[in-house]
């Protein structure tokens, strides 16, 4: 069903979500904003969230793109 999609755009948006549902938070601190930037590119890049805004910089928003995409240590 489509709410599958919908939890895995927003657990990209904020990977920390379910610790901030458990911390009592009713919305993410940094929502996902639908761009679709993450669908567009799944086939071709790490996952993760690549909109810009969302983001101080786009150092930023590299970072927590490959720190998610990390293996384990």
Same mark, same amino acid.
């Given at each position: @069903? +489509?709410?599958?999609? /919908? ?5 990209? /948006? ?14 993410? $601190?940094?929502?996902? $904003? ?5 669908? /567009?590119? $799944?086939?071709? @890049?790490?996952?993760? +969230? ?12 590299? /970072? ?10």
């Amino acid at each position: @069903s +489509c709410d599958l999609i /919908a939890v895995a755009r927003a657990l990209l /948006a904020n990977p920390d979500l379910v610790q901030q549902f458990a911390a009592g938070r009713e919305l993410p $601190t940094n929502p996902c $904003t639908h761009c679709n930037r993450c669908a /567009a590119r $799944t086939a071709t @890049s790490p996952l993760g +969230c690549y909109e810009p805004r969302r983001f101080p910089s786009l150092a930023a928003m590299e /970072a927590e793109i490959m720190a998610n995409n990390r293996g384990d240590d």
